[in-house]
């Protein structure tokens, strides 16, 4: 079968899940979030990696569907989480580009909140920074349409982009995201350390969160603990976990 196929196959299946990786509060230690990743099935688990499948669905025009089936089924985690007795954490997920610019996304978005009778404010949608500043004017207008149904916005990848600093400011936005790359880069030299100073300060000036992904090293979340950013998530906190193993390790008990 062709990728195609098989990402039709475990659409009609449901064979689909959702991995959890914590985001941590850099002050206080706590648990301040989980970034969903979608995954296959147990038995295509091994080597399909969204890196590959994703591109597979933007060019099919599966993406939609996919992209649907990620946020109802994180909507629906929450909730039943909720409803065991834990206290759910905001739950971010990953949206496509492609996605994110199809017609009536934030109506889909709206209704897919109410069927799961979810709180917007614990869903943070990540869209990277390219796909905002490729049009930043359309974006604009969906981002504020999203933030209007109470839904948390975060730029992910940032750094990597190209942002123009004037749209930043004017964006409607929640969190930045610094991407990987640089905070790979904390250890080894000082241009990823400038950049993720610069990136701290910035989110500070304009009033929003930061969260530094990567981090695979003591050394990296010291460094990133002294210099004031917000939150982080990397390996070395915690790696993409099934739900229920997740729920274990990093739920608390309402
Ligand atoms: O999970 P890693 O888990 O390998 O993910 C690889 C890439 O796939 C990352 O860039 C991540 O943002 C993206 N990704 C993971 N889950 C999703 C998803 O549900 N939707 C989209 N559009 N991208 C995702
Ligand atoms: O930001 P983006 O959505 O592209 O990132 C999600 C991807 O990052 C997923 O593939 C996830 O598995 C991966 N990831 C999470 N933590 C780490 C880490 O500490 N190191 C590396 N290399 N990848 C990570
Ligand atoms: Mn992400
Ligand atoms: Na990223």
Sequence with gaps: ???????????????????????????????????????????????????????????????????????????????????????????????SPIQFRQRRFAQRLADILRECGMNPASLQLEITESAVMDNADDAAEILAAVRALGVKVVLDGFGTGCSSLVH?????????????????????????????????????????????????????LAYLKTHGCDQAQGYFLGRPLPRDEFARQFLSKG
């Design 1 to 95: 079968t062709t990728m195609e196929g098989r990402l039709k196959q475990a659409l009609a299946r449901n064979t689909f899940t959702l991995h959890y990786q914590p985001v941590i509060d850099l002050r206080t230690g706590a648990i301040r979030g989980a970034e969903a990743l979608l995954r296959f099935g147990a038995e295509d688990c091994e080597a399909l990696g969204p890196g590959l499948f994703i591109p597979v669905a933007e060019s099919s025009g599966l993406i939609g569907a996919v992209g649907e089936w990620v946020t109802a089924e994180a909507c629906r985690q929450h909730v039943a989480w909720a409803a065991a007795g834990l206290e759910p954490v905001p739950i971010a997920i990953n949206v």
């Design 168 to 220: 930043l400011g004017s964006l409607p936005l929640d969190k930045l995201k610094i991407d990987r790359s640089f905070v790979q880069g904390i250890t080894q030299d000082s241009t990823s350390r400038a950049v993720v100073e610069a990136v701290i300060a910035l989110g500070r000036t304009l009033g929003l969160e930061v969260v530094a992904e990567g981090i695979e090293s003591g050394d990296t």
